[in-house]
């Protein structure tokens, strides 16, 4: 549906925390083979973020690639704005948080074996942790587009996605476009529960009323 799933896999939470549910897939692509389905895209860097996120810690919003430092996670002919986090600047990390998503996903570009993804869950619990080389074993290979992925982060049953925390222990973690798949507010839940219950009263009904007539 994607187009090629570089990856799939299931994570274990640290220590005596329960399991974590949670699993990834990667998409391979330059330009970014966008979203469809549940995802929308909700930031591009390109103005303020949307109500809801917010983003703290050291990284920078450019359009230009430096050499050494920092690459568009796209061809150089796309001149969008982008996210990067790198160990030149003040810290080497950046975290967004976000409301309780069942899913989120971006465009990473030029993946570094040192740049790592830290899921944030429930109360900033540490859902995963996924490395550039987890992805891709392209090495940051700025010239290299072609092997820049997009990534899909899905959380298991009775979990939630709040934040997602990125790190480059080298230059750099460069990534766009942030899509995410969210979570029913507590009256659609609601407004579910009481249709399911609807429907079951419904077909209860209907069979007495079978029974009657037999």
Same mark, same amino acid.
């Given at each position: 549906?994607? !187009?090629?799933?570089?990856?799939?896999?299931?994570?274990a939470a640290v220590a005596a925390a329960p399991a974590s549910a949670l699993t990834y897939?990667?998409?391979?692509?330059?330009?970014?083979?966008?979203?469809?389905?549940?995802?929308?895209?909700?930031?591009?860097?390109?103005?303020? =973020?949307? $109500?809801?996120?917010?983003?703290? !810690?050291?990284?920078?919003?450019?359009?230009?690639?430096?050499?050494?430092?920092h690459a568009q996670p796209a061809p150089n002919t796309d001149t969008d704005r982008y996210?990067?986090?790198?160990?030149?600047?003040?810290?080497?990390?950046?975290?967004?948080?976000?409301?309780? =998503?069942?899913?989120?996903?971006?465009?990473?570009?030029?993946?570094?074996?040192?740049?790592?993804?830290?899921?944030?869950?429930?109360? !900033?619990?540490?859902? *995963?942790?996924? $490395?550039? =080389?987890?992805?891709?074993?392209?090495?940051?290979?700025?010239?290299?587009?072609?092997?820049?992925?997009?990534?899909?982060?899905?959380?298991? *049953?009775?979990?939630?996605?709040?934040?997602?925390?990125?790190?480059?222990? !080298?230059?750099?973690?460069? =990534?766009?476009?942030? %899509?995410?798949?969210?979570?029913?507010?507590?009256?659609?839940? %609601?407004?579910?529960?009481?249709?399911?219950?609807?429907?079951?009263? %419904? *077909?209860?009904r209907r069979d007495r009323l079978v029974t009657v007539s037999a």
């Open positions: 549906m994607f !187009g090629r799933i570089v990856g799939l896999f299931a994570f897939f990667a998409v391979d692509g330059a330009p970014d083979p966008g979203v469809s389905g549940a995802y929308s895209i909700v930031i591009d860097f390109e103005g303020a =973020l949307p $109500t809801g996120y917010s983003l703290s !810690g050291s990284y920078g919003i450019v359009s230009a690639t430096i050499p050494g430092q996210f990067y986090v790198s160990s030149a600047l003040p810290t080497n990390n950046a975290t967004l948080l976000t409301p309780d =998503l069942r899913g989120i996903s971006f465009y990473w570009g030029s993946i570094d074996t040192h740049n790592m993804v830290e899921v944030l869950g429930a109360g !900033g619990s540490i859902l *995963a942790s996924i $490395t550039g =080389l987890d992805v891709s074993v392209a090495g940051g290979n700025q010239g290299l587009p072609q092997t820049n992925r997009r990534v899909f982060i899905e959380a298991g *049953a009775n979990e939630v996605i709040t934040g997602l925390r990125f790190s480059a222990t !080298g230059v750099a973690f460069e =990534l766009d476009d942030i %899509a995410v798949a969210g979570v029913p507010e507590p009256a659609t839940w %609601a407004m579910m529960i009481m249709g399911f219950g609807l429907v079951g009263f %419904a *077909a209860r």
